[in-house]
């Protein structure tokens, strides 16, 4: 009762701090890091260019990062999807965007749709994030162009002495700019490809792991949501497969149920989400009824080229206006619980998948539950900025989720699937960060970063997260306050 009552009076006061400058807390999503920080609010470009004259600071989209990236403690915050740039506009020309710091992706697509009737090539499944402040850290869908910094063209950002330099694709450094995790900041702009809305056939199925190349032959895009508490050897899983309307008769499905077996599926299904979320000790046990029932539906929909969210809830409409389904359940996970997240190559996915399910398993007597789901967003083809996740090689996107004061058994879950998967590269707002990754992102990639940072940022006030400093080997940690107090930095 108190800490709820704490907790909503924590949500006002942040409520109330939206658009000020001044001291405030800024939290990462599920509020597991959090620093209270100096704000401003940056009005203009050139009012942002004079405050980063005044001393350390760093940057601040929407805060919707799960693993603190965007967290500084001891420096002043430019809040940028709070401030006043703005900019969106179209060049039919050439089909790209121009799209400023402060707006977010769902008025991107709004706008893209509604003036224009383009859509982005791929995206998250939450739209309040800044644009920029999401292909900064690798934000990413499945499918064709899944990484959505892959679509970036041109950018523009501030450097340390505040004046603009704008880079373009085939630019030396504009790969690496391109997702830099706060390491070049403020961005200010960036253009971006576009593509015309089209509807999909999509395929949502329950099935099993082992039906999963069948089920998914002839899609262009694969996510597969894994039930971590049913049968290891060959888990349940529910697929979303989407195909392009003439490949629509490739994609397979499970016939119709039979009889009442597809109202009795989904009559537990809608049960299992809403209980799930509440009663972690019970998830095991109901996860292995599923499992028992063996359960085989398919639900085949054709997208609404306007739907905005069609990657996540292939019917039209958006999710947050619907009851859950079983592609909507999927994804309740994302806003309820503490979410790490990392790469593997592709091949690997269904191994490494099962290798989880054994550890959970068995911290089970420790007390410790991944919630319903384990997500594999399938990201084939290769990407242009050189840390994009599938800049070399297709991969998965692995997603655990768990209940935020367990949010460090998935950190050891990343570390243990790293041991075996060395290729494990991180999803920079999702993943704990720190220099075990640096082999992956490869050394002289990390220092040539460095060296396009310093070239910009000679003055040294830009400062990103200290699992990043730690992970880039460019200095210890700023002092958090509880350091500076007791003397410990
Ligand atoms: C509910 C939910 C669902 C999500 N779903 C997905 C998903 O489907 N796929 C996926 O890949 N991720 C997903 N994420 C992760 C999310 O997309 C990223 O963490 C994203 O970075 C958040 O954007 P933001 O604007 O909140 O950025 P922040 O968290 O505020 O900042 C992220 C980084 O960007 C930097 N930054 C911000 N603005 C600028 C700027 N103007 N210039 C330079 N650097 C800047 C910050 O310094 C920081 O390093 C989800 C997160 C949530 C909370």
């Not at 799209?99 to 709004?110: F, Q």
């Not at 706008?111 to 998250?124: A, I, K, T, V």
């Not at 996860?287 to 029932?293: A, S």
């Not at 970063?449 to 997260?465: A, E, K, V």
Request: proline fraction near 6%; aromatic fraction near 10%.
């Amino acid at each position: 009762m108190i800490a709820l009552y704490r907790r909503t009076m924590r949500k006002r006061a942040d409520a109330r701090a939206v658009g000020t400058d001044g001291k405030r807390w800024v939290r990462s999503w599920i509020n597991v890091y959090r620093t209270e920080t100096e704000a401003r609010v940056p009005a203009d470009e050139g009012g942002l260019g004079r405050l980063i004259g005044e001393g350390l600071y760093s940057c601040v989209g929407k805060s919707h990062s799960y693993n603190g990236v965007q967290v500084v403690p001891g420096v002043t915050a430019m809040m940028m999807r709070e401030g006043g740039l703005t900019t969106l506009s179209y060049d039919p020309a050439t089909g790209t965007v121009r799209v400023g710091a402060s707006v977010s992706v769902r008025e991107l697509k709004t706008y893209l749709r509604d003036e224009h009737g383009r859509g982005l090539f791929n995206s998250g499944n939450y739209m309040e994030q800044s644009v920029i402040g999401a292909l900064a850290t690798g934000t990413h869908g499945f499918g064709p162009r899944a990484v959505m910094a892959d679509s970036i063209v041109e950018l523009t950002f501030l450097d340390g002495a505040g004046k603009r330099v704008t880079l373009k694709r085939g630019d030396p450094d504009f790969r690496y700019v391109a997702l830099s995790f706060g390491t070049i900041a403020p961005i200010i702009e960036l253009v971006l490809e576009t593509k015309p809305l089209e509807p999909y056939v999509s395929v949502s199925s329950m099935s099993r792991l082992s039906k999963l190349d069948e089920l998914k032959q002839g899609a262009i895009a694969a996510n597969w949501a894994v039930m971590p508490y049913t049968d290891p050897e060959d888990p349940v899983i529910m697929l979303h497969a989407l195909a392009e309307c003439h490949e629509a008769e490739k994609l397979q499905a499970h016939p119709e149920p039979k009889g009442g077996s597809g109202k009795f599926a989904a009559w537990v299904l809608k049960r299992y989400y809403a209980l799930d979320r509440f009663l972690p000790a019970l998830r095991r046990p109901m996860q292995r009824f599923i499992d028992w029932l063996d359960l085989k539906q398919s639900e085949r929909v054709i997208t609404d080229p306007g739907d905005l969210d069609y990657l996540y809830d292939p019917k039209p409409g958006l999710k947050e206006n619907r009851a859950p389904s079983i592609t909507r359940g999927l994804f309740s996970t994302t806003y309820t619980g503490y979410n790490l997240a990392f790469f593997v190559p592709l091949e690997r996915a269904p191994a490494v998948v099962k290798f989880i399910m054994r550890e959970a398993d068995a911290l089970r007597d420790l007390g410790f539950y991944l919630k319903g789901i384990i997500s594999v967003r399938e990201l084939p083809g290769t990407a242009g900025p050189v840390f994009a996740a599938n800049a070399h090689w297709p991969v998965a996107a692995i997603d655990l989720f768990a209940d935020p004061r367990d949010y460090a058994w998935l950190e050891r879950l990343q570390r243990l699937v790293m041991h075996y998967e060395p290729a494990t590269r991180p999803h920079f707002g999702k993943s704990a960060l720190g220099p075990d990754f640096c082999s992956a992102l490869d050394d002289s990639h990390l220092a040539e970063l460095m060296r396009i940072h310093r070239q910009h940022y000679p003055q040294g006030r830009l400062m990103f997260s200290e699992r990043v400093r730690t992970m880039l080997g460019v200095g210890r940690p700023l002092p958090g306050e509880s350091a500076a107090d007791a003397g410990f930095a």
